[in-house]
């Protein structure tokens, strides 16, 4: 009987020890994009992705919450993929959104809606979808995380005019905010000055990102600086550390390919052609950067692992990412092959599943949710 008991004990942890981390599934150098095909099949996800939003947030029991701005609504959907119930709906007042984006979860107890930045708006709802308070703030909310003890982190932007209105400076700063007692500290800052011009590609300047990590820690990164900060919950510089990465000038080439771009994203041939004659009548009137960000984008996963995403953008290469641990030593660098489907950037994490919205290369009408096996 004891034999019997010692074998049914193994046979219960193999799992826990064949179960891959994810930091090994990097070092593998590739992820390929395979969709669980039982995920969601009862979801009509061409109505509830018409838009490109992909804000989404999971709970401990593997439900999540998905904000849609376009309808100012927030959806909630078991582990399964089928929607539970829906609320919101447009308007100022308590309980109302405002083009909702950002999704956090606050303390297990509250799920915190970041809504338009020029709404100055952040509401608070329990998991049932009851509203339980409005923070009403002094600056536009770009982003918004929330991290522990009742505070939440936001990156608020603004902008003023340069010189001779030629340019435009524009500034990130990052708070820690309490949500009951509305105490607020000033974490950190990027200045940069924006050209003013007849086409100004966001993307080719910088941007500030937040992310929890270790439970305790907030991250702060801008794409115009080739480093990484980790702060205490109240504020305090803990450790930065430097990034694997050079700074790319930008080439005529480079522009070239991105009016190109542009052109061809135009849904109809009239608007293609729309689109070339402006080009062509203002290409002495738009004005570029000297050099693109360090990096597009920074996220955390589920294991605390820090990601930063290269500007495969610039010539529509595979989506790659450096690995760097919650320490900031390099791990590795990986690809996503992401098959028929247009590029993935694994953002959204549950355990060791990556969560996107997914729409199949030339086909335009129809995108959905997909869970994607890290394996």
């Avoid at 998905?66 to 959907?77: G, L, P, V």
């Avoid at 003890?149 to 309490?178: D, M, Q, Y």
């Amino acid at each position: 009987m004891k034999k019997l008991s010692f074998v049914l004990i193994i046979i219960m942890f193999i799992p826990f020890f064949i179960a891959a981390e994810l930091i090994d599934i990097y070092k593998r150098g590739e992820i390929t994009v395979i969709p669980d095909p039982e995920f969601g099949t009862n979801t009509n996800w061409d109505i509830l992705f018409r838009d490109v939003d992909q804000w989404f947030v999971f709970l401990p029991n593997g439900n999540f919450f998905r904000s849609c701005s376009k309808n100012n609504k927030i959806y909630k959907f078991n582990e399964k993929g089928d929607l539970i119930f829906e609320f919101g709906q447009y308007g100022q007042g308590p309980g109302d959104l405002n083009s909702p984006g950002d999704l956090s979860i606050l303390d297990e107890k509250y799920l915190v809606v970041q809504e338009h930045g020029l709404s100055r708006r952040i509401s608070i709802f329990d998991f049932d979808g009851k509203f339980v308070k409005l923070l009403k703030i002094n600056y536009n909310a770009n982003s918004c995380i929330s991290l522990k003890n009742n505070k939440i982190a936001i990156v608020a932007g603004s902008t003023g005019p340069g010189e001779r209105k030629v340019t435009t400076s524009k500034v990130s700063n990052v708070f820690i905010k309490n949500i009951w007692t509305g105490e607020e500290i000033n974490v950190a800052s990027f200045t940069q000055e924006i050209m003013r011009s007849k086409l100004t590609p966001v993307h080719y300047y910088g941007r500030a990102y937040i992310s929890k990590i270790d439970s305790d820690k907030l991250l702060v990164s801008f794409t115009g600086n080739p480093e990484i900060n980790i702060y205490s919950l109240n504020g305090e510089k803990l450790f930065s550390f430097k990034l694997n990465l050079e700074r790319k000038e930008v080439k005529k080439s480079d522009i070239d390919h991105l009016l190109d771009k542009t052109i061809e994203n135009e849904k109809t041939n009239q608007g293609k052609e729309l689109m070339r004659q402006f080009i062509k009548m203002n290409r002495d009137k738009m004005s570029f950067p000297k050099s693109f960000p360090y990096y597009y984008k920074v996220a955390v996963d589920s294991e605390d692992n820090i990601l930063v995403f290269l500007n495969n953008w610039i010539d529509d290469s595979e989506v790659t990412f450096q690995v760097y641990s919650k320490d900031g030593q390099y791990v590795c660098t990986t690809k996503m092959n992401s098959g028929n489907f247009e590029d993935v950037y694994p953002t959204i994490f549950y355990k060791n599943f990556i969560y996107s919205r997914l729409r199949r290369k030339g086909h335009d009408d129809f995108a959905f949710l997909a869970k994607i096996k890290l394996k």
